[in-house]
């Protein structure tokens, strides 16, 4: 009978392997909604630009913008159908169509793709120690401009960074990517739920961040050492640009050696996402839009029909990474308002909805005296994105 | 968020709960971990006043 080979040192010491092993089987993948299945907010958003909103589609993955940049964009949620992302167990992308070119980009202008960490959840990289590992970076992306492009991590607690490239071979066909970044044994992640690490996939970059030469070790900012050799991929509207199946990953791997995709159900990604953002609207429902489908309606009046001031509490049902911002709606659209409803009777809209308290865990939410009702109607949002 | 106007806001005691209405429409906490707060302390930065509660 052959024996197996017995790793006995590292059974003695407890060690893991520094080998291009999976440092964290059965882990849920560290970034959330890489294989962009969840788009609480919309599933489509015109016309981002310079001043835009981060957060307006896809969970998660914002548009960020430096400078006053001209170009205009779509954010979609695409579903796939074929490609290699498809074939590969990917139903969903973030797409970005440009609407509006911008040809020539101002020293300052730089558009992006971006993702935030907390850094409780970055404590394994063990960076700004001696211990510290590598990052690998893998994703699916198709773009129409073929050539270099840039994708960062910004380290917000320390201000320090690094730039990694990948190169598009063919135009608009998927290609996976896998882009490692050094250790850096300088700069701790604060262990909290702020944010402490930016990834960045330029789209565009003037040259106040191309002049100088490629920061691919990690070190203090330096503008012009961020997106050097990044195309422009917003010079035509013919351009597009798509990602999906994102992973980050403990150390240095390659394509053939990266660990496979973590696939989560549905559900448990979706959970996930409401630790930064919750909507009562239905999933494909644009937020404030005129409906009752999703909306709470609070148990009734204790007290029997009133005119008078009534109140709901609300518990989410995952706690929320800081307090959110909460926003209310009616059931007609109406922002900063609720309904009072009289069952059976009438629904009164856009009625004063005032905030009694909140915090992670839950709101209460109230209605001074207006119309006769027995319970309240109303939507919300809360965001606690990063 | 673009900012135009905050204002504190009080529960029916009177007494502030913590929490901010920007734009008759965001109820954003004080709270330095949430990023509309952050944008807030910049808008007051910049020379600009909280209203207090009606």
Redesign the interface.
């Known amino acids: 009978m052959a024996l197996s080979k017995i790793d006995v040192a590292n059974m003695l010491t407890g060690l893991v392997p520094n080998d291009n092993t999976i440092r964290r089987p059965n882990a849920k993948p560290l970034i959330i909604n890489g294989d962009m299945a969840i788009s609480q907010r919309a599933t489509s958003v015109t016309g981002l630009t310079n001043?835009s909103?981060v957060y307006v589609a896809l969970d998660r993955f914002g548009f960020n913008e430096f400078g006053s940049p001209s170009s205009q964009h779509t954010m979609t949620q695409e579903s796939l159908t074929s490609g290699n992302a498809y074939i590969n167990g990917f139903a969903n992308a973030l797409k970005m169509d440009v609407t509006t070119a911008q040809g020539s980009l101002d020293a300052d202008d730089a558009t992006m793709i971006i993702y935030k960490f907390e850094g409780q959840d970055l404590q394994l990289f063990k960076k700004g120690t001696a211990n510290a590992e590598k990052f690998t970076l893998a994703f699916w992306v198709k773009s129409t401009k073929t050539g270099t492009h840039v994708v960062e991590l910004f380290d917000k607690d320390n201000t320090r960074h690094v730039s990694g490239t990948y190169s598009i071979s063919t135009t608009n066909t998927w290609e996976h990517k896998v882009v490692v970044f050094p250790a850096d044994t300088t700069g701790v992640f604060g262990d909290d739920?702020?944010r402490s690490l930016d990834v960045s996939w330029f789209l565009s970059a003037g040259t106040n961040y191309t002049s100088g030469t490629l920061q691919t070790s990690w070190g203090g900012q330096a503008d012009t050492t961020r997106a050097v050799g990044q195309v422009n991929t917003v010079d035509n509207t013919s351009n597009n640009w798509h990602i999906t199946g994102v992973q980050l990953e403990v150390g240095e791997f390659t394509s053939s050696t990266l660990p496979p995709f973590q696939h989560e159900s549905f559900g448990d990604n979706l959970a996930r996402c409401q630790r930064y953002f919750e909507t009562t609207f239905e999933v494909g429902t644009a937020i404030g839009a005129s409906t009752s489908t999703g909306i709470i309606r609070s148990g009734g009046n204790q007290g029997g029909r009133t005119s008078g001031?009534m109140g709901h509490g609300f518990t989410y049902p995952v706690p929320k990474?800081?307090?959110?911002?909460?926003?209310?709606y009616d059931n007609s659209g109406n922002?900063?308002a609720l309904a009072r409803l009289d069952q059976g009777s009438s629904t009164a809209s856009n009625k004063n909805a005032?905030?009694?308290?909140?915090s992670q865990k839950s709101?209460e939410v109230?209605s001074t005296g207006d119309s006769t009702a027995d319970c309240l109607n109303y939507h919300f949002t809360a965001?606690?994105?990063? | 968020?673009?900012i135009e106007k905050v204002k504190k806001?009080n529960?029916?005691e009177g007494e502030f709960?913590n929490?901010y209405?920007v734009n008759?429409?965001?109820?954003?906490?004080k709270?330095e971990?949430?990023?509309?707060y952050q944008s807030i302390l910049a808008w007051v930065a910049d020379g600009n006043t909280i209203q207090e509660a009606d």
């Open positions: 001043g909103d739920n702020a001031r990474r800081s307090a959110p911002t909460v926003v209310f922002s900063g005032t905030l009694a308290g909140g709101f109230t965001d606690a994105e990063l | 968020m673009i806001i529960n029916s709960i929490h209405l008759d429409k965001y109820n954003v906490p709270d971990a949430n990023r509309d």
